[in-house]
């Protein structure tokens, strides 16, 4: 690999580290530039899975302080996760991508509503409890089935085609929850790294021969150092600044999907 190669994947693995630790989507960064680079697709979205779960691993440990108190609730997010990115690996070694890739750009416009109308949302869901003599922190068993659904429908997402996963969680935990931006970004980034390790093990087991393992431990180096660096910078964003940059990335996320 020439040097200048090699360089600009570790660029590339820095930057996506960073903004799945702060937004999700950090795969709309290397996906395009191995592709760039003469990768084949397939290899470039292996290589790509795996590398990656370095920064999601940094990222995911950057945001420690602000899982506290969520286990309650992630104790059944986890689960779902798993099984959502099991039959998203499944559905990716059966489907043609091409079925599921027409489904992405809707979807990321569905989430970016969310992400938009999540603070009015939340509104909504205080002032109906504090009208119903609840508190409104609380989370009926109606919307924590909601948020396990959607959870694992991410999570299957994320199996399949891992771009903007980041997005989608933080929309549907807005949607339901009565959390800070800051707190959901923190559960998002421990969900997200589960979806990409199942995804990572599923194409390693079944396509090792596949994955270019030296441009994925380029990736990995780059996005190790980009999650603690987004995730340490990323929490001092105000949560109107937070899901500003959710919009903005997922907005040119959403411009790079439907034009390639």
Same mark, same amino acid.
């Given at each position: 690999?020439?040097?200048?190669?090699?360089?600009?994947?570790?660029?590339?693995?820095?930057?996506?580290?960073?903004?799945?630790? *702060?937004?999700?989507?950090?795969?709309?960064?290397?996906?395009?530039? @191995?592709?760039?680079?003469?990768?084949?697709?397939?290899?470039?979205?292996?290589?790509?899975?795996?590398? @990656?779960?370095?920064?999601?691993?940094?990222?995911?440990?950057?945001? $420690?302080?602000?899982?506290?108190?969520?286990?309650?609730?992630?104790?059944?997010?986890?689960?779902?996760?798993?099984?959502?990115?099991? @039959?998203?690996?499944?559905?990716?070694? =059966?489907?043609?991508?091409?079925?599921?890739?027409?489904?992405?750009?809707?979807?990321?416009?569905?989430? &970016?509503?969310?992400?938009?109308?999540?603070?009015?949302?939340?509104?909504?869901?205080?002032?109906?409890?504090?009208?119903?003599?609840?508190?409104?922190? =609380?989370?009926?068993?109606? $919307?924590?089935?909601?948020?396990?659904?959607?959870?694992?429908? *991410?999570?299957?997402? #994320?199996?399949?085609?891992?771009?903007?996963?980041?997005?989608?969680?933080?929309?549907?935990?807005?949607?339901?929850?009565?959390?800070?931006?800051?707190?959901?970004?923190?559960?998002?980034? &421990?969900?997200? &790294?589960? *979806?990409?390790?199942?995804?990572?093990?599923?194409?390693? /087991?079944?396509?090792?021969?596949? /994955?270019?393992?030296?441009?994925?431990?380029?990736?990995?180096? #780059?996005?190790? /150092?980009?999650?603690?660096?987004?995730?340490?910078?990323?929490?001092?964003?105000?949560?109107?600044?937070?899901?500003?940059? /959710?919009?903005?990335?997922?907005?040119?996320? @959403?411009?790079?999907?439907?034009?390639?």
């Amino acid at each position: 690999m020439p040097l200048s190669d090699a360089i600009l994947i570790i660029v590339a693995g820095l930057g996506a580290g960073a903004i799945n630790a *702060v937004v999700g989507s950090g795969t709309l960064i290397t996906f395009p530039t @191995l592709v760039a680079l003469g990768y084949p697709p397939v290899t470039s979205t292996m290589s790509n899975a795996v590398g @990656l779960v370095a920064g999601s691993v940094s990222g995911t440990w950057g945001y $420690r302080r602000e899982l506290a108190g969520q286990w309650d609730r992630l104790r059944w997010q986890v689960p779902a996760s798993l099984i959502g990115a099991g @039959l998203g690996a499944y559905l990716l070694l =059966h489907l043609p991508e091409k079925v599921f890739g027409e489904m992405v750009p809707v979807l990321l416009i569905a989430a &970016l509503l969310l992400v938009v109308m999540g603070p009015r949302i939340q509104a909504w869901a205080r002032r109906r409890a504090e009208s119903e003599g609840r508190s409104a922190s =609380h989370v009926s068993s109606r $919307r924590m089935a909601a948020l396990v659904i959607g959870t694992f429908a *991410v999570g299957a997402y #994320g199996g399949y085609f891992t771009a903007a996963q980041g997005i989608m969680l933080i929309a549907v935990m807005g949607a339901l929850l009565p959390e800070s931006v800051q707190r959901m970004n923190a559960a998002k980034n &421990l969900l997200a &790294l589960l *979806v990409n390790v199942v995804a990572a093990l599923a194409y390693t /087991i079944v396509a090792f021969d596949r /994955i270019s393992w030296p441009a994925a431990g380029l990736i990995a180096a #780059g996005s190790l /150092i980009g999650g603690w660096l987004g995730a340490h910078y990323g929490r001092r964003l105000s949560p109107n600044a937070l899901r500003a940059a /959710i919009v903005v990335v997922g907005l040119i996320g @959403l411009y790079r999907l439907v034009t390639v």
